[in-house]
């Protein structure tokens, strides 16, 4: 996993997803993200799934008008949200609590990975806060 930060941008995986934006005219890349986490059940979840959604919600954060950091890496991402300014369901919003608390269940690779680093408790802090951005 190429990370750089707790952040929901500060990763390999999330830095690329944020492309996909730029050619939506919707919000289905992000719905995507959100439903690849949220239909894993109690399967398994995959770290670059769970990077991916992290992402995603960051970015349904900051369409309601509570962004994170901005730097370099979600450059992409702002330009987008700026750009079309959709606004999310409240269907949405829910799907991405509910990904929220898998990411940070048993069965998370991403959540098992930051487990075992010395950054865990920030990463948890920066999960958390995303959470508490897009809980209205």
Do not use: C
């Not at 750089?4 to 939506?24: I, M």
């Not at 450059?75 to 990411?103: C, F, G, H, M, Y």
């Amino acid at each position: 996993m190429g990370t750089w930060s707790v952040d929901a941008f500060g990763n390999d995986e999330a830095a690329d997803w944020a492309y996909e934006l730029e050619d939506a005219l919707d919000l289905r890349p992000i719905h995507e993200a959100i439903a690849a986490v949220v239909n894993a059940g109690d399967e398994y979840l995959e770290a670059p799934e769970a990077s991916i959604a992290l992402a995603a919600i960051e970015v349904l954060a900051r369409l309601g008008g509570k962004p994170g950091e901005h730097n370099a890496y979600t450059e992409v991402a702002d330009k987008w949200i700026a750009e079309t300014q959709i606004k999310p369901s409240i269907e949405l919003i829910d799907a991405a609590q509910a990904a929220i608390t898998r990411i940070l269940a048993d069965k998370s690779e991403l959540h098992e990975l930051w487990r075992d680093s010395d950054e865990y408790d920030d990463w948890v802090s920066s999960v958390n806060n995303l959470l508490a951005r897009i809980d209205e």
